[in-house]
């Protein structure tokens, strides 16, 4: 989840190297540092903190060069201080690396190298690998990596320099790391937001593949030295994309990019003549007898939905996981499963291990992913594509109305394919669903209305989110979104749980989020409005526009348009958003970097 950036070309390195760590900073951001060959040698500078106490050493102390490294880390092993900031250097200064991951035996090769001589200066275990790399470097560096790395046990992306070689060498295990390819220049980063100012042209390693980069050439191969193609792609994403776009922060222009993004998630997929979705997908939707959605976090609430959308629409057994827990619990999957994997970047390490379990006991594997080329997409069976663009703030908000989408028309494409949903009922749904665009840009319009609820609550010490049915993972989205980017503690039930413990908690300082739109489940949760009401709960509904009911229980009402019940939760997630955005902001939040959290989790 740390950021990392290589370079080999005619720029200066260092520029280039700190403008793909901007892009990068949402990775990680304890500390910064770079590498840079100089005519002088390897010239290093880091500092612990954000990225700006890098920029400002910098202007203090310029370094000029070719080609070089670059890292943004996210702590590990080790506070984030300077000493432990990467890139790491050996002790004569000729050898600096940079690593995302974790080397889980590095203690046994510390103290083997301790052994041997070599003085360590920093608490982490990438300290380790530059060490060994050394150890075994007798002018081939490639050879030296390969060398070292088949000593080391675990996740890793690293990228080499060396003063006396042009070039650089990356590598990865897992975590990700993708190459940009220019004229007369070359790049590496861990993510392609870095690459976007120089080139789209990309390679995606894969895992257990090493390259070999110099400005006028890229070879691949894999970890023992057998070549690998160089598999290209074009990325369609602009640099634009990727930039605030005037907003103040990255997570208020991904909430209002959201009607946008509903576009392009459904766009050609909606068939309402002949009520069908094309996904262009080649697995078999008639051969699994059970489905396990499998997930983290926001991507986990989108799983969620789609688990009651697949079992209402398609009418199979379906089970939602959260991926840390999944491979733990010895999950009965066979070739009879479908395990769906819902991600962001597609490079979650706990759904990449949940998936690889899967696998290894005979089930299909479909991936709901955003970024293309990622890790999960090459090693599942198939992929749905949420077409979100790049999200750059930390805490998710259009990837997961994306996914909500990805997952309603998965759930329509089984129950076609499986006979349990015919073609008017489908053409109906597909008939909302092209409303649906315009509905979240109608959503949208109440920000103002929203920030006035969030000044009198923002001091709220605490919140309780409530939701029934389709709108329990909302209600739980709604309340890691508070609390990811507040850091107000709240908490997520479902309704009907709260007569069940929850209650206990209302009193009259206690804000209560009821989200309760018209549906099936809504006389039942109103009459849990009621009981919060009673015990003097301060009650915030979201409600479908015009319920007059809903607005003489509540003390405040967050509207949405009316909505096929089952697309309710793409709409009734928009306010819970805008609601803790502005919350976070009237307390001075750092919005798109909360602390402690990066965007891609990327080591378990």
Same mark, same amino acid.
């Given at each position: 989840?740390?950021?990392?950036?290589?370079?080999?070309?005619?720029?200066?390195?260092?520029?280039?190297?700190? /403008? !793909? #760590?901007?892009? @990068?900073?949402?990775? +990680?951001?304890?500390?910064?540092?770079? $590498?840079?060959?100089? *005519? /002088? !040698? #390897?010239?290093? @500078?880091?500092?612990? +903190?954000?990225?700006?106490?890098?920029? $400002?050493?910098?202007? *203090?102390?310029?370094?000029?060069?070719?080609?070089?490294? +670059?890292?943004?880390?996210?702590?590990?092993?080790?506070?984030?201080?300077?000493?432990?900031?990467?890139?790491?250097?050996?002790?004569?200064?000729?050898?600096?690396?940079?690593?995302?991951?974790?080397?889980?035996?590095?203690?046994?090769?510390?103290?083997?190298?301790?052994?041997?001589?070599?003085?360590?200066?920093?608490?982490?275990?990438?300290?380790?690998?530059?060490?060994?790399?050394?150890?075994?470097?007798?002018?081939?560096?490639?050879?030296?990596?390969?060398?070292?790395?088949?000593?080391?046990?675990?996740?890793?992306?690293?990228?080499?320099?060396?003063?006396?070689?042009?070039?650089?060498?990356?590598?990865?295990?897992?975590?990700?790391?993708?190459?940009?390819?220019?004229?007369?220049?070359?790049?590496?980063?861990?993510?392609?937001?870095?690459?976007?100012?120089?080139?789209?042209?990309?390679?995606?390693?894969?895992?257990?593949?090493?390259?070999?980069?110099?400005?006028?050439?890229?070879?691949?191969?894999?970890?023992?030295?057998?070549?690998?193609?160089?598999?290209?792609?074009?990325?369609?994403?602009?640099?634009?994309?990727?930039?605030?776009?005037?907003?103040?922060?990255?997570?208020?222009?991904?909430?209002?990019?959201?009607?946008?993004?509903?576009?392009?998630?459904?766009?050609?997929?909606?068939?309402?003549?002949?009520?069908?979705?094309?996904?262009?997908?080649?697995?078999?939707?008639?051969?699994?007898?059970?489905?396990?959605?499998?997930?983290?976090?926001?991507?986990?609430?989108?799983?969620?939905?789609?688990?009651?959308?697949?079992?209402?629409?398609?009418?199979?057994?379906?089970?939602?996981?959260?991926?840390?827990?999944?491979?733990?619990?010895?999950?009965?999957?066979?070739?009879?499963?479908?395990?769906?994997?819902?991600?962001?970047?597609?490079?979650?390490?706990?759904?990449?291990?949940?998936?690889?379990?899967?696998?290894?006991?005979?089930?299909?594997?479909?991936?709901?992913?955003?970024?293309?080329?990622?890790?999960?997409?090459?090693?599942?069976?198939?992929?749905?594509?949420?077409?979100?663009?790049?999200?750059?703030?930390?805490?998710?908000?259009?990837?997961?109305?994306?996914?909500?989408?990805?997952?309603?028309?998965?759930?329509?494409?089984?129950?076609?394919?499986?006979?349990?949903?015919?073609?008017?009922?489908?053409?109906?749904?597909?008939?909302?669903?092209?409303?649906?665009?315009?509905?979240?840009?109608?959503?949208?319009?109440?920000?103002?209305?929203?920030?006035?609820?969030?000044?009198?609550?923002?001091?709220?010490?605490?919140?309780?989110?409530?939701?029934?049915?389709?709108?329990?993972?909302?209600?739980?989205?709604?309340?890691?979104?508070?609390?990811?980017?507040?850091?107000?503690?709240?908490?997520?039930?479902?309704?009907?749980?709260?007569?069940?413990?929850?209650?206990?908690?209302?009193?009259?300082?206690?804000?209560?989020?009821?989200?309760?739109?018209?549906?099936?489940?809504?006389?039942?949760?109103?009459?849990?409005?009621?009981?919060?009401?009673?015990?003097?709960?301060?009650?915030?509904?979201?409600?479908?526009?015009?319920?007059?009911?809903?607005?003489?229980?509540?003390?405040?009402?967050?509207?949405?348009?009316?909505?096929?019940?089952?697309?309710?939760?793409?709409?009734?997630?928009?306010?819970?958003?805008?609601?803790?955005?502005?919350?976070?902001?009237?307390?001075?939040?750092?919005?798109?970097?909360?602390?402690?959290?990066?965007?891609?989790?990327?080591?378990?």
């Amino acid at each position: 989840m740390c950021g990392i950036v290589g370079y080999v070309g005619y720029r200066n390195a260092t520029d280039v190297l700190i /403008e !793909g #760590l901007r892009r @990068l900073e949402y990775r +990680g951001y304890d500390s910064a540092g770079v $590498a840079v060959k100089t *005519e /002088e !040698g #390897l010239k290093s @500078l880091k500092r612990a +903190g954000k990225l700006k106490r890098l920029e $400002a050493a910098l202007l *203090e102390k310029p370094i000029s060069g070719s080609s070089g490294i +670059g890292h943004t880390r996210w702590a590990t092993h080790g506070p984030p201080t300077d000493e432990n900031a990467h890139p790491h250097l050996t002790e004569d200064g000729k050898l600096a690396i940079i690593h995302n991951g974790i080397i889980e035996n590095y203690a046994e090769l510390k103290a083997r190298l301790l052994a041997r001589g070599h003085r360590f200066v920093s608490d982490t275990d990438t300290e380790v690998l530059v060490h060994l790399i050394e150890e075994h470097f007798q002018g081939d560096l490639e050879a030296a990596v390969r060398q070292a790395l088949s000593e080391a046990l675990g996740a890793y992306a690293i990228v080499v320099l060396h003063q006396d070689r042009e070039e650089i060498i990356a590598a990865r295990t897992v975590s990700p790391l993708v190459i940009g390819l220019g004229e007369g220049e070359n790049f590496v980063a861990s993510d392609v937001p870095a690459l976007l100012p120089f080139t789209r042209k990309v390679v995606f390693l894969e895992d257990g593949e090493m390259a070999v980069i110099t400005p006028d050439a890229v070879r691949v191969s894999d970890l023992r030295g057998h070549p690998r193609p160089l598999r290209t792609t074009e990325i369609e994403w602009s640099l634009e994309d990727a930039e605030k776009g005037g907003y103040p922060h990255y997570m208020l222009k991904e909430i209002h990019e959201q009607p946008w993004v509903l576009e392009n998630t459904l766009g050609g997929r909606l068939d309402e003549a002949n009520g069908e979705v094309t996904l262009d997908l080649t697995l078999d939707p008639t051969a699994f007898d059970k489905i396990h959605v499998v997930a983290a976090g926001t991507a986990y609430y989108a799983g969620w939905v789609g688990k009651y959308l697949i079992e209402k629409l398609a009418r199979i057994p379906v089970e939602a996981d959260i991926a840390s827990e999944y491979r733990y619990r010895d999950p009965l999957a066979d070739e009879r499963t479908l395990f769906i994997a819902v991600s962001q970047s597609g490079e979650t390490i706990d759904t990449l291990e949940a998936l690889r379990e899967a696998k290894r006991r005979g089930a299909s594997v479909l991936g709901v992913i955003n970024v293309k080329g990622s890790t999960i997409t090459r090693e599942a069976d198939d992929t749905l594509y949420i077409h979100a663009g790049p999200e750059i703030g930390v805490a998710s908000t259009k990837a997961y109305v994306a996914m909500l989408a990805a997952m309603t028309m998965v759930a329509i494409w089984l129950g076609r394919a499986r006979g349990t949903l015919g073609a008017e009922e489908t053409r109906q749904l597909i008939g909302e669903m092209r409303k649906l665009p315009r509905l979240a840009e109608a959503t949208l319009a109440q920000q103002e209305a929203i920030e006035r609820i969030a000044a009198k609550y923002h001091q709220a010490s605490d919140f309780l989110f409530l939701g029934r049915n389709l709108h329990a993972p909302t209600a739980y989205e709604g309340a890691l979104k508070l609390k990811e980017i507040s850091y107000i503690h709240a908490e997520a039930y479902p309704a009907g749980e709260m007569k069940h413990g929850p209650i206990a908690l209302i009193d009259e300082h206690l804000p209560v989020v009821v989200v309760t739109p018209k549906g099936p489940w809504y006389e039942k949760t109103r009459s849990n409005i009621q009981e919060v009401k009673a015990r003097g709960g301060r009650v915030i509904a979201v409600a479908t526009d015009g319920d007059e009911d809903v607005k003489g229980d509540a003390e405040e009402v967050l509207y949405i348009p009316e909505v096929h019940p089952l697309l309710s939760p793409i709409l009734a997630v928009i306010p819970l958003q805008i609601l803790a955005y502005e919350i976070a902001v009237l307390l001075g939040r750092d919005v798109d970097q909360p602390r402690n959290l990066a965007k891609s989790v990327t080591v378990e």
